[in-house]
């Protein structure tokens, strides 16, 4: 399925007062499908759905840039697929999107499963360091998921990273 498909498909797909899979400071998640979500970023607002601020592209972008560039490097984080503007969807917020995740935040792990994810972080957070990123809000409790039936943790949310 082509990029402008998978927005299509997503903005025609995602009720907005529906409760999404997540949210935080700089975006909130809705489902497309059980392998793709969607996350339309805002900067430090709840999204009203007006006006797109030039701070919304900016942290999309990097946010876009950063997970294509570590998938790449073979980081754990979810696969990107693209990258959409306000202008080519009515949802008026830039957005991407992105593999979608089927995992367990690291407070409901069993202890095993938790040893386990944090080992995973502290492996994965050498390499990332060592690419020259610093990870920001990123730590083995937050922007985490375990996905249990793989025994694999994944990284997300890139919009505080930097790199060096």
């Not at 701070?55 to 990107?80: C, H, M, T, W």
């Amino acid at each position: 399925m082509q990029l402008t498909e998978l927005v299509e498909k997503a903005v025609n797909s995602i009720d907005l007062n529906s409760e999404p899979l997540g949210s935080g400071a700089d975006g909130i998640i809705y489902p497309v499908n059980e392998k793709v979500v969607l996350k339309l970023h805002f900067q430090g607002k709840i999204p009203l759905f007006k006006v797109t601020k030039d701070s919304d592209r900016r942290s999309a972008e990097k946010e876009f840039n950063i997970g294509q560039d570590l998938y790449q490097q073979g980081i754990q984080v979810p696969l990107f697929f693209g990258l959409f503007e306000p202008k080519k969807s009515p949802l008026n917020y830039w957005g991407i999107l992105m593999e979608r995740i089927h995992g367990v935040e690291y407070k409901y792990l069993p202890g095993k499963l938790k040893r386990e994810a944090k080992s995973q972080f502290n492996t994965q957070s050498k390499l990332i360091r060592q690419l020259g990123y610093w990870q920001g809000d990123s730590y083995h409790d937050v922007n985490t998921l375990f996905d249990p039936h793989n025994l694999k943790l994944y990284l997300f949310d890139f919009v505080r990273w930097e790199k060096n």
